[in-house]
């Protein structure tokens, strides 16, 4: 993966994680470097914000569900849980991802953490209304087109008062830094390769213009948040 290259539009390669015929100790080796960039990027802030203020909108409910999709480890849902013991809250998270790895990766982080369960599943065979809220931490910038569009719908089928996407603003300081980051704490070809490449098939705002236009959801907003991510929240539209 270069360290210079063209940003002005999204990168249309497939990440070597997007290529379920490959896996085994080289990808458990890279979810647990991921982790590790989740850590140093700051990456379950987004995800936190937009869940608080769902559930302010929805009325500060005592309970909660979550279905986190794409999930890897589930990792950034550490912060959630901490999250909800200060608010008192009845917590509780389901997290879906399409490989074996990564499954058992958050069955062995989660073991001891009853408010979390884990499924090998894909979010377009989930059942309708599945979870209060559907979340998607660095998951969509894997689609593009009319794809990136079903798979948001099918989240937002999912949920029973919408989703929060939490995903990489494409820019030439996160992509250096990712790029430079990546090299010093990993020598994993699935680390070195898709991080970078995550970052140039992230979004800039007027990506998201586009995607609350072509979704016709006026109620949809996105932020920007620290470490170069954006909080997309999509509230349901029955709710």
């Known amino acids: 993966m270069p360290i210079f290259r063209n940003l002005a539009k999204r990168a249309q390669e497939d990440e070597l994680m997007d290529d379920f015929s490959t896996g085994g100790e080289e990808l458990i080796e890279a979810l647990k470097h991921l982790r590790r960039l989740n850590k140093i990027f700051a990456a379950p802030g987004p995800?936190?914000?937009?869940i608080e203020k769902l559930w302010?909108?929805?009325g500060r409910p005592e309970s909660l569900t979550i279905l986190d999709v794409g999930a890897g480890s589930g990792d950034v849902n550490r912060k959630l849980l901490q999250w909800a013991d200060d608010k008192g809250i009845h917590l509780n998270i389901t997290l879906v991802d399409l490989t074996e790895e990564a499954c058992e990766e958050a069955r062995s982080l989660f073991q001891n953490e009853p408010r979390i369960q884990v499924k090998q599943a894909d979010v377009r065979q989930m059942p309708e209304a599945f979870a209060d809220i559907v979340t998607g931490s660095q998951f969509v910038?894997?689609?593009?087109?009319?794809?990136?569009?079903?798979?948001v719908s099918h989240m937002l089928k999912a949920s029973r008062y919408g989703v929060v996407i939490n995903d990489i603003h494409r820019h030439v300081v996160s992509y250096t830094a990712v790029w430079i980051t990546t090299r010093?704490?990993?020598r994993n070809r699935y680390i070195r390769h898709d991080g970078p490449l995550s970052v140039a098939k992230g979004f800039t705002g007027a990506d998201w213009k586009d995607l609350k236009r072509k979704l016709n959801h006026d109620s949809m907003t996105y932020v920007?948040?620290?470490?170069?991510?954006?909080?997309?929240?999509i509230p349901h539209k029955r709710t």
């Not at 910038?141 to 798979?151: P, Q, S, V």
């Open 47 to 50: 995800t936190r914000y937009g």
């Open 56 to 58: 302010n909108d929805i």
């Open 184 to 186: 010093i704490i990993s």
């Open 141 to 151: 910038h894997h689609f593009d087109g009319e794809e990136l569009i079903d798979i």
């Open 224 to 233: 920007w948040k620290p470490l170069f991510r954006y909080a997309v929240v």
